[in-house]
């Protein structure tokens, strides 16, 4: 895999479950080394096509390679090349830490010194140590993904993916989370993540945007932002702010308002132009504007934007 | 090869882990097999001992005493009543006080002096046929040794008139000489035990993997579908071999029920039932998605190699139609291969027939779950 430029290099997967098209010809190609964020609500078919990718399930159609493995006829050569985490917690819950390290190194053939260097290593990167005897139902969730995340490297696989890794985990242990994802990335692990956090896509190399069982963005985070919100963004703080909102949408230049709590989100064509113009046009009527500043559109407002120009029908 | 053992041993390390967590269930496992044969020991038991009887004996002889002596020593029957009259004795049939009504007409010893066939008459109370019958047979039996008919006259389930033989007949009961059915009931239990801890239990084993997720985790090791399902297995048989040995010493240390035959082939043929009920076990839990689910779903398996094993009710006293059907339920092999070394120290001679049956059913059934279940988990 080392010469591997595509660590996942897949064309039109599909999967109908009677009748329902959960994921819809989707081409995907991640580059090798990188941390790809597949991103996307929940039911738009990201774990479906996860799990077509690890072979858990067979797709309907669709053809290409995984790990440089044919996704069809080499699905069991990559299961040793392959880690996976489940976006349920799917160690065994009345097995202690080591019991459970134990049990996937044995699966997962890792044996004698290497298997006590990567449970070790496991253990320190999870931040384990002192905890092995403890049940694994124990656990509160943060730690229990960080094990989860230990079973599923033990052998070093060069492919990683995580299916929704921290959902319903504290802010803190999502944070640590992603640095083990950033440790992983630099030992040159590809790391496949899906995630509707946008804070977290941030984090990744490329993304894909999935909706409705279709791919309709692909890029970096810096990319999506400026290909698909191709007009500027103002933070405006007015008081008071419910009049603001509603005159501002009359303004001339101004082509759309959102209210960000105490503030507003105004995209307008002309950026510099807007920022004299619309203090003026608030005080003709009473309204003062404290602040004016240009952001950089979110991710957010980049997903918004691709969904509405993509034209896909939500389901 | 040495991978593939070392993953299916790191399984059955697991599943015992497992099982050793789950208290509760652990005791049920090894307890249930020797509380199901003390029940059914006790229960079932289709001996029927202390039959109430009247006696109405119009020949008042030495001979006629000496012949309900013998009745009453064989330990299947107790004088509730000696009357002077057959209405007086019908009374207490009707009222349920006894069950047998035996008379001795007046020229029982005379007939008997003079070489002829004596005949007597019993009236058995039908209303529970199963006493009847046994009551009746149990009348014979014991009636065949002395040169006596036993006459049932047209009355209750048991009419039936036996003529015997004026010679004396000498009847030998082989292999359960008490005619005792403790002794039959023991090495069904084994079987019943043996498949209950199989397909049930493994089943649910495999199902929970599916509830909890923990299965998708398995799917994506390098683990193979065979060596899962060994590894799941393999404790599950070590339980149903225990339980085989718990049932055993229990059989002969409370009832007293001895295994006449080797054990080795006992265990070498239990072997090829196993295989079958792991297949069972393996399509339960195809087609199951919950643990509860699973162990319906194995109940209901089991119910009708039961029933259709000969387990409880003899095969040859179904309907025809139903014994045919017989002919497909595992169990009913395997029962006759257990009873057949327990009572009768039978070998490979008496037992070959079922054995290949049972192999066929073995491959049959875990090729098809095989399939089923490699289907199911991608």
Redesign the interface.
Known sequence: MTDLEFAVDVRGLTRVFDHFVAVDHIDLRVRRGLVFGFLGPNGAGKSTTI?ML?????PTAGSGTVGGFDLWRES?AL??R???M?Q????????TVE?NL???A????V?GSQRRRRIAWALEMAGLVGREHVLTRDLAAGWRQRLALG??VLHEPPLLFLDEPTSGVDPLSRRRFWEMIAELSDRGVTVFVTTHYMDEAEHCDELALIYAGKVVACGSPAQLKSEHVPHALLELTPSPLMPAYAALKEAPGVLGVAIFGDRLHVTVADADQAKQDLPLFLGQRGIVVSKVDRIEPSLEDAFVAIIEQSGVQER | MT?SL??I???V??EF??LS??RRMFGLVLLMPVIELIIFGYVVATDITNIALAVCDYDRSASSRNYVDHLVHSGYFRIAAQCHHITEANRLLDRGVVKVVLTIPPDFSEKLRRGKTAEISALVDGSNSNIAMIASAYLEQITLTRAVQVRFPDRGAGDRIVVHPRVEVEPRVWFNPELRSVRYMVPAILCVVLMESLVVLTAIAIVREKE????????????RAGEFVLGKAIPFIVIGYINMGAVMLAGRYWFGVEMAGSMSLLLSLSLLFIMTCLGMGLLVSTVSNTQQQASMLGQFLLLPNLFFSGFIFPISSMPEVIQRLTVIVPLKYYITIVRGIFLKNAGWAELWDESLVLLAFGVVILTAASFVFRKEV?
């Open positions: 799990r690890c072979g858990i399930l067979r069991e299961k040793s392959l880690g996976y489940s349920k917690f799917s160690l065994y819950e009345d097995l019991e134990q049990f996937f044995g699966v997962y053939n044996h079973c599923a | 991978a070392s993953r041993t790191h399984v390390w697991k882990i497992q967590r789950d909890r997720g923990t299965i998708e985790q398995i799917i994506v090791t390098p683990i991608r």
